[in-house]
């Protein structure tokens, strides 16, 4: 079993639409989530992070984790085609130089 | 400011052959870091640095793989005797230090094709 499990998609909603994209994990020692949209042929880019559990909003895009659940959230709102990426979610355990656990993505697709 | 830029942006070679791939970071990141995605699936941690030395290699499949980061800045990964399977992504990434260190910023990865 993997340490971070991401349903690969696709997710296709219309433009507008409120996304839900989600990971979980196992390992209890992680502290940092991250996601990161990546374009097709790009490479990933940070949209947002937070440490331990809680909500971070930026802008459209609201992050939360759930570290009693081990489950971790983005939330996209008043989705645009722009949007239409893979979403990457990743994990570090804990502060200074460390790797990141990524899942596989999840591939959304936002029809005008 | 410049990102992070990765050098070849494609490469392809024969089996058995020697490549290498480079990594400029974002000037004043200490740390850098080596993953590997294959298709459909999510970056794998290869390698970092803090400054010169490599600090985890734990994520190297082999031993036929090696990087270099000689002066703390550009880095080069090196694949000896290449394999159909080493075909992947290659993605370089840097971050600042201390409690910015999870921030990790991506090229835009290295396309590598064994024949």
């Known amino acids: 079993q993997k340490e971070v499990e991401q349903d690969p998609g696709p997710l296709s909603v219309p433009e507008g639409a409120i996304v839900s994209l989600n990971c979980t994990y196992s390992n209890s020692a992680f502290q940092y989530f991250m996601w990161y949209r990546q374009y097709s042929r790009k490479g990933p880019e940070l949209l947002m992070y937070?440490?331990?559990?809680g909500n971070k909003e930026d802008g459209r895009f609201t992050a939360q984790v759930d570290k009693s659940s081990k489950y971790i959230s983005l939330f996209i709102r008043d989705s645009q085609p722009s949007d239409s990426a893979t979403y990457l979610c990743a994990m570090s355990a804990n502060t200074g130089f460390q790797k990141l656990v990524f899942g596989t993505g999840t591939r959304l697709l936002v029809s005008p | 400011g410049a990102g992070v830029s990765q050098t070849p942006s494609n490469k392809v070679t024969e089996k058995g052959k020697y490549v290498e791939l480079r990594c400029d970071p974002i000037s004043g990141h200490t740390a850098l870091y080596w993953y590997r995605q294959s298709l459909g699936q999510g970056p794998e941690f290869l390698i970092y640095f803090q400054g010169t030395g490599a600090a985890d290699d734990s994520g190297l499949p082999n031993d036929r793989f090696f990087a270099v980061r000689p002066e703390g800045s550009v880095s080069t990964l090196k694949i000896q005797r290449t394999e159909r399977g080493d075909s992947a992504v290659y993605l370089c990434a840097s971050s600042l230090r201390g409690d910015r260190a999870h921030e990790q910023y991506f090229g835009p990865g290295t396309r590598l094709t064994v024949t």
């Open positions: 937070t440490y331990s559990s």
